[in-house]
């Protein structure tokens, strides 16, 4: 049987979620984004500015659209989370404060569902 161009994207894509999220997993928790923005900073053979500058952009886009999901019905928190973790890829001040927001979510869940 003959594997399609499409099987073998769904597949590579897969597998590369799948890498993301044991990585993310191994990490430890109050750390995860800033770990994540290090290693990403030491993998760059190149710093493109333009490449950079259009992740933080697309981050912003997404966020403003997770604001505007706030007044109708919608995803509007997960939304802005998705773009806050884009931004954060190219930003460690952003990364940080994600860390910081994860543990901070994690002692309140611990305290009023535990």
Not at 22 to 38: A, V
Not at 72 to 81: K, N, S, V
Request: charged share 25%.
């Amino acid at each position: 049987m003959e594997i399609t161009i499409f099987e073998k994207y769904k597949n590579s894509c897969k597998r590369f979620i799948q890498h993301r999220r044991e990585e993310f997993q191994k990490s430890i928790p109050g750390q995860r984004f800033r770990n994540r923005y290090l290693r990403r900073r030491q993998k760059r053979t190149h710093n493109s500015p333009v490449k950079r500058f259009f992740f933080i952009l697309i981050g912003l886009l997404i966020v403003l659209l997770g604001m505007l999901l706030w007044f109708i019905p919608g995803p509007g928190w997960l939304t802005i989370f998705i773009g806050a973790v884009i931004i954060a890829r190219e930003s460690l001040l952003v990364a940080r404060f994600l860390d910081w927001l994860e543990l901070k979510l994690m002692k309140t869940a611990d305290k009023y569902f535990m």
